[in-house]
Every structure is written in structure tokens, then in C-alpha cells.
């Protein structure tokens, strides 16, 4: 596939995708802007980062250490090759690994904040997925299940670190489970939906380890009536 530059969004950087693969996604942009970031100190940690459209956005907004962590060979060198265009390889640092072993680059508490815009579709022998290898890791939970991947981040959190992911609203209630097993308590709920007349497809969650029980759910997004993504929260 061909490698293209293009600008990600109005954010004043470029990035490096695949001309029919892995552009950067209106999912990447909104959990970029849900984060927050309570001081420069706090170090943050993409999990499943793509292309690091995530870091990239984030290093717009902040001056904080952030590192990535993306799987495929083909997707890391096109993270790398957009934190090095931008130049901000001092501040974002991406690594080349499955996200299970997450363990083994970072000790344990050791993350103030953890993002995540994972594969979206559950896996099984019968499951019809695309033929591209690098579409269908990225797509479905080939490599990694939701519940390994909030047991990790539960893992590599401080107390009262935030876990930031964006996931299918038909898949909350699971998601709710694994991290009520991991003492992740979800703080605040975005309900998205592409517009009024549609179901909510997609939810941003704010979840913070060992926090006090309590969960805000904010109004909703239209994603067609988005006219910009800086700023929204």
C-alpha cells in the first residue's frame, strides 16, 4: 500500500497513513480531546496507538512524556515516521510490541494516564474479518481482548490514574464488568452517536483506579453536526 503525508486535522501537524488503510479516525480525535491532564509531570501511555495520531494530538496540548505502544511493524514505522517529521520525538516515544507485554517496558503503578482506541470486534473462529492481516488486527481482538487490555492499564496505573478509552456502546456493559474487576471506576460516560435519529454507537469512558464510586454522564456528541474536535470537553 502506498504511503501518504497528510495533515491531521487542523491540529498543525502532519501524519503518515496508508492511502487506503489507517487513517487517523474521528475516534482518535475525540479521546485525544477527553483527556485531562491535571500536571506536567504526569506521564501518559497509548495504548494500541496506530499511527500515534493520539500522542500527536495530545503533544499539541501538553508538553508531557507520552509514549505509544503499536504491534504491527508496518503501523509503528508510520507512528515513528510522523513523531519524527513533527519533531517531537523528545516528547513522544513510540515502541514496537504487543500491548501484553506493556509490563516489561514499564514497571508496575508506574502511569499517571492511559489511552486506548482498541479493536473494536470480538474475535471467534467463525468471525468474518478482512483479508488484509494488518486491517483485521487492527479491526478485531486477533492480538488482545478488551478484558487483557484493562487488566493491563490496571496494572501499569498509579493510584487514582485515569484510563481513557472509546469502545462500541453495544460492548459498555462488558467493559463495565472488567473494570469494576480491576478496581477501575468509571468516572464519566459520552454517549456518541452519529446523529439523533440514529443508536448511540460509540461511548468515551473516564474510568480512575481505586477512586470513590460516581459516574457522570455527559451530554451527548452528533458526530455529522461536529464542527470542530478542539476543545469540546
Not at 479516525?25 to 501511555?45: H, M, P, R, T, W
Not at 470486534?121 to 486491517?135: A, G, M, R, Y
Not at 459520552?190 to 451530554?219: D, F, H, M, R
Amino acid at each position: 500500500m502506498k504511503t501518504v503525508l497528510n495533515d491531521l486535522y487542523d491540529y498543525g501537524l502532519k501524519i503518515y497513513q496508508l492511502e487506503d488503510a489507517f487513517k487517523f479516525s474521528l475516534d482518535s480525535l475525540l479521546l485525544a480531546e477527553f483527556v485531562k491532564v491535571k500536571n506536567k509531570q504526569e506521564i501518559i501511555l497509548d495504548l494500541c496507538t496506530g499511527n500515534a495520531s493520539i500522542p500527536l494530538v495530545l503533544s499539541t496540548k501538553y508538553s508531557n512524556q507520552i509514549y505509544g505502544i503499536e504491534l504491527q511493524k508496518d503501523i509503528f514505522t508510520l507512528a515513528n515516521n510522523s513523531v519524527k517529521y513533527n519533531k517531537k520525538d523528545k516528547q513522544i516515544n513510540i515502541i514496537q510490541a504487543n500491548v501484553k507485554v506493556s509490563l516489561d517496558y514499564f514497571p508496575k503503578e508506574s502511569i499517571d494516564i492511559i489511552t486506548c482506541n482498541p479493536p473494536y470486534f470480538k474475535f471467534q473462529e467463525n468471525s468474518i474479518i478482512n483479508n488484509s492481516s494488518l486491517k483485521a488486527i487492527a479491526r478485531h481482538e486477533v492480538k488482545i481482548k478488551i478484558a487483557e487490555i484493562v487488566q493491563i492499564s490496571a496494572n501499569l496505573l498509579k493510584h487514582n490514574g485515569r484510563f481513557y478509552l472509546i469502545h462500541l456502546a453495544e460492548r459498555l456493559d462488558e467493559i463495565i464488568i472488567e473494570l469494576n474487576k480491576n478496581n477501575l471506576n468509571l468516572k464519566r460516560l459520552v454517549p456518541i452517536y452519529t446523529n439523533k435519529n440514529k443508536n448511540c454507537n460509540l461511548v468515551l469512558i473516564e474510568a480512575i483506579k481505586g477512586s470513590k464510586k460516581g459516574l457522570k454522564i455527559l451530554p451527548a456528541l452528533y458526530s455529522e453536526n461536529l464542527k470542530t474536535f478542539k476543545n469540546i470537553f
